[in-house]
């Protein structure tokens, strides 16, 4: 070939420096980009030969080198595979792949950060060009009598190709690097880059050091005819094997087959959990795993795994690995990802991804969106399942999932929808349920709660004669579909023991993303409702009174509201007295549903608002018209000690709802000592 010299064809005079300052974070891609381009000629090569227009040599075996040179300060590329001819040079790389480079730099170089390409994929040949100041490639093609093209550039827009010197098929890129980027040369650096691109690329890669110092020992029948032999190490026993000392070997990066690409009746429990190890450094178990694996409409594989996990979602970090054809592309792009997803860990390949395009045309790109919904279903069909036909492992997991799951019902919709009869309750024996059983249990039957009564110590309560049952059907349907919650063990246990005297449930929902799922449960599910073990006393704690008596009672409590409003100083408190079954219970504290989730929600948001402006609201004092100190206050209501009775009653109802305030416990104390003192007299 005569020597030639040109011009690259692009249209911008200075692309390089372009290249070289582009997305300065990151230009450790090159090593991505060239390995792959080097693997590309090798599937090209094997391609020729099973359709019969190549033969592979004796003994072929398809690999990437890297060949780091601190001293030379360069990087060598070389692969064995389908090389290239002096036209296809002058086609690949001095026209499209420059072409290429320039489209893409003039379509994104005045992009912001928040608008970034995914992986910076689609730079290819010349992101070299990044860290290097001269590139040459050393290729010979593997078609007949092709001659060896040497093709050089200097990082301006010229090029020089001439006859070159490579005898085996393939290419060497030969990469000089600029001062600023010495670091890639480094072995260590260069196999820690290339270990996150090319861990799982298809070809073995291997990473050596040109010159290295480094040697190892063999045995002496595992010598391979590239090993470069330094000398025989003496044995210390005539019996010893015979051992070569040699200078170290290329190491091997990377896993041609990594465990997504098996079929999963292929995968044993061992490779799911090793492969889980090694990619995401995480010593202990998954909980499970799901495999996805699909062909049509589009090729998708991957494995997620669920984390042990036992926080709250906040404190949750999942990654999930993105690839295109076992190249690593980058971690948690949320565009093909459903975000709620992204608090697992796991891989996903998907060749037909379009990568070469911005994050914001991922996200309105509908087939992006079909692959997310894809790996949606997936995950909500593998829970389900799980629920129905190995409802015991379910369970055991249930508490580590959960806040997984409930995030994932709040930010997809479609995920709700599938999984709200899956979702789990743990009620107050610990024992697990689903919605529609939760729903069955506090049923009304109004022959039970008359019939089994019984008080705290689990006797049988007398129920008085009622001579009108309730006409009002809705409002007792309303409390059927009621799910009583829990969400401080410990600060609501009064209220327990009555759900349990009361043969009640209620069920366990401490973590801080309850609240906005249950919201979102009972607003996509007409009729269910929640409310806090306090938020009203059902009629399963009362004795069943007449209409009569009722009403008494009912005016009795206009009269002690308005004694305790005074006594509290708080006009906002309401009292009601009922029949409660159990007779040592004098006063509960309930606090209407409405009006307490208000006041969480303002906590919430409402920064350094002053919560005590929203003091009492909602909250109703019920007094046990069946305790001898209610007796007492309706019927002296002028007596010198109603108002502290009163006080005191209003204390110890609250203090069994929630902790007293300094000022009020500071108030309690004192009363308690007076009550006493008359004890004394
Ligand atoms: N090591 C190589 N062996 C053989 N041909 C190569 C090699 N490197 C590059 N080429 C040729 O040069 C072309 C341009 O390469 P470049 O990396 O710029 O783009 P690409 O690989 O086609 O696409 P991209 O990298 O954007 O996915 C390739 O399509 C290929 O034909």
Not at 341 to 364: E, F, H, T
Not at 595 to 623: H, I, N, P, W
């Amino acid at each position: 070939m005569a020597e030639k010299h040109g011009a690259l064809s692009i249209n911008s005079d200075n692309i390089f420096p372009i290249i070289k300052k582009w997305l300065y974070s990151d230009h450790d891609i090159f090593y991505r980009e060239l390995i792959s381009n080097g693997c590309d000629a090798i599937t090209k090569l094997k391609k020729l030969d099973m359709m019969g227009e190549y033969e592979l040599p004796e003994g072929y075996k398809p690999r990437v080198d890297i060949i780091v040179d601190p001293d030379a300060k360069t990087i060598q590329f070389i692969d064995n595979g389908v090389g290239m001819t002096a036209d296809e040079v002058e086609e690949y790389i001095n026209q499209i792949a420059f072409s290429g480079a320039t489209d893409f730099i003039a379509k994104y170089k005045d992009k912001t950060n928040d608008d970034q390409i995914i992986g910076h994929f689609g730079l290819g040949f010349y992101s070299a060009f990044m860290v290097a100041d001269e590139v040459h490639i050393d290729t010979l093609s593997w078609q007949k009598d092709a001659k060896p093209v040497h093709w050089e550039c200097d990082g301006g827009t010229e090029y020089d190709m001439q006859d070159g010197t490579r005898t085996e098929v393939g290419t060497c890129i030969t990469l000089f690097l600029n001062e600023d980027c010495l670091q890639f040369c480094n072995e260590y650096k260069a196999t820690e880059v290339i270990k996150k691109y090319c861990s799982f690329m298809p070809v073995e890669i291997y990473v050596s050091r040109a010159n290295t110092p480094e040697t190892q020992t063999i045995l002496a029948s595992e010598k391979l005819d590239s090993d470069h032999v330094i000398e025989e190490v003496k044995k210390e026993k005539e019996e010893d094997p015979d051992k070569l000392k040699i200078t170290k070997r290329p190491e091997l990066i990377n896993d041609t087959h990594p465990l997504w690409t098996k079929n999963p009746s292929e995968c044993t429990k061992e490779e799911y959990i090793d492969f889980y190890r090694k990619v995401f450094m995480d010593y202990k178990e998954p909980l499970f795993w799901i495999h996805l694996n699909m062909d049509y409409p589009f090729n998708l594989k991957g494995i997620l795994y669920f984390p042990k996990i036992n926080m709250e979602y906040e404190s949750i970090e999942g990654v999930i690995k993105l690839y295109n054809n076992q190249v690593f592309i980058a971690d948690n792009i949320k565009e093909v990802i459903p975000e709620f997803l992204l608090l697992l860990k796991g891989v996903i390949d998907c060749p037909d991804l379009p990568l070469n395009v911005s994050r914001s045309a991922l996200q309105n790109d509908g087939f992006v969106k079909k692959i997310s919904d894809y790996i949606t279903k997936k995950v909500a069909d593998k829970l389900s399942g799980m629920c129905k036909t190995q409802k015991e492992e379910y369970e055991k997991y249930w508490d580590d999932i959960a806040p997984f799951i409930k995030f994932g019902c709040l930010k997809d919709e479609k995920f709700c929808e599938k999984m709200t009869d899956y979702i789990l309750f743990k009620n107050l024996d610990g024992k697990y349920m689903t919605l529609p059983e939760c729903l069955e249990v506090n049923k009304t039957d109004p022959d039970e709660t008359q019939e089994g009564a019984v008080d705290e110590n689990g006797e049988k309560v007398e129920a008085e004669v009622v001579e009108d049952k309730s006409e009002d059907s809705a409002e007792e349907e309303k409390k059927d579909k009621t799910i009583y919650y829990v969400t401080d063990e410990k600060q609501q246990s009064q209220y327990i023991n009555m759900f349990k005297a009361a043969k009640m449930d209620a069920v366990m929902l401490t973590d801080r993303i309850d609240q906005p799922f249950i919201s979102q449960l009972e607003a996509k599910n007409e009729g269910i409702h929640f409310a806090r073990i306090d938020a009203d006393l059902t009629d399963a704690f009362k004795t069943k009174t007449s209409k009569k008596t009722q009403e008494e009672l009912n005016a009795q409590a206009e009269k002690v509201e308005k004694l305790v409003q005074k006594a509290l100083k708080n006009d906002k408190i309401k009292v009601k007295i009922e029949k409660l079954k159990n007779k040592k219970v004098s006063s509960v504290l309930t606090v209407s549903e409405e009006s307490r989730r208000m006041q969480d929600m303002m906590k919430m948001y409402g920064g350094g608002m002053d919560m005590s402006m929203f003091g009492a609201e909602g909250e109703t004092l019920v007094l046990n018209a069946n305790h001898p100190l209610v007796t007492y206050i309706t019927e002296h209501e002028d007596d010198a000690n109603t108002k502290m009775i009163c006080e005191q009653l209003y204390d110890l109802a609250k203090l069994q709802n929630a902790p007293l305030s300094p000022e009020a416990m500071t108030k309690f104390v004192a009363r308690s000592n007076d009550i006493m003192l008359l004890l004394a007299k």
